[in-house]
């Protein structure tokens, strides 16, 4: 079955520091998410990615934060000079024109900042 | 904003028991995503509903629109089955899922 891939699993940055989260969506999917979770909160909704450009954004996706899709297969999210608070699990999700056959989501990046 | 509840919280059952897990919304959707997270973080999909009953294996999905209300049911659980159950509600146009329940974690003895 067609996955979603995350990497890395795990990174640890110091903070102040900007760093790189990557994702290799379905080939064949058309709408990207990112999206967070705190460690005991709830999933939260990043930004959605569509047509080679953000189509929503929620308020915690401030100028900190960039999506891309560099090469046509990759989705990355930048975060630029991290903070404490933006320890979280970070998820990836893509899927197809058509939602009702639902959404994929990578394993996740679990992000430490120190 | 769509505000999403989901009850109960936490829920202990034993092996075999049947399982009811409750989420409602505040604001008229197209669709209702039920997800499971594993204890390990990893998330998977399990319905995509907008209306009626859907069932896969043991668990059953089924949604009412207009009371804006779903609920997951796991029939003779199992403790591989112990994961959080996470609802999150798909806005009207565009299919995206903006907000998520707090989740259910179930804990399934055997």
């Known amino acids: 079955e067609p996955e979603v891939t995350q990497t890395p699993s795990h990174q640890v940055t110091q903070m102040g520091q900007e760093v790189i989260l990557r994702c290799v969506p379905i080939s064949n999917h058309l709408y990207f998410y990112w999206y967070r979770q705190i460690l005991g909160q709830k999933v939260e909704f990043l930004v959605s990615?569509?047509?080679?450009?953000?189509?929503?954004k929620s308020e915690i996706f401030d100028d900190q934060f960039s999506v891309e899709r560099p090469d046509g297969s990759n989705f990355t999210l930048k975060i630029r000079s991290t903070k404490l608070e933006d320890s979280a699990m970070y998820f990836c999700?893509?899927?197809?024109?058509?939602?009702?056959?639902?959404?994929?989501f990578g394993s996740g990046t679990r992000l430490t900042v120190v | 904003k769509n505000e999403v509840e989901q009850s109960p919280q936490n829920l202990t059952a034993q092996e075999g028991e049947f399982i009811t897990i409750n989420c409602s919304y505040s604001v008229g959707i197209s669709a209702l995503h039920w997800l499971q997270q594993h204890p390990g973080g990893g998330i998977v999909s399990l319905f995509m509903?907008?209306?009626g009953k859907k069932k896969h294996g043991r668990l059953i999905a089924t949604i009412n629109i207009q009371e804006k209300h779903s609920s997951l049911h796991i029939t003779a659980s199992h403790p591989r089955d112990s994961a959080v159950y996470i609802c999150?509600?798909?806005?009207?146009?565009?299919?995206?899922?903006?907000?998520f329940g707090t989740g259910t974690s179930l804990t399934v003895i055997p």
């Open positions: 999150a509600p798909l806005e009207g146009k565009t299919g995206n899922q903006f907000y």
């Open positions: 999700a893509s899927r197809s024109e058509t939602y009702h056959y639902g959404y994929t």
């Open positions: 990615f569509y047509n080679n450009e953000i189509s929503e």
């Open positions: 509903l907008s209306s």
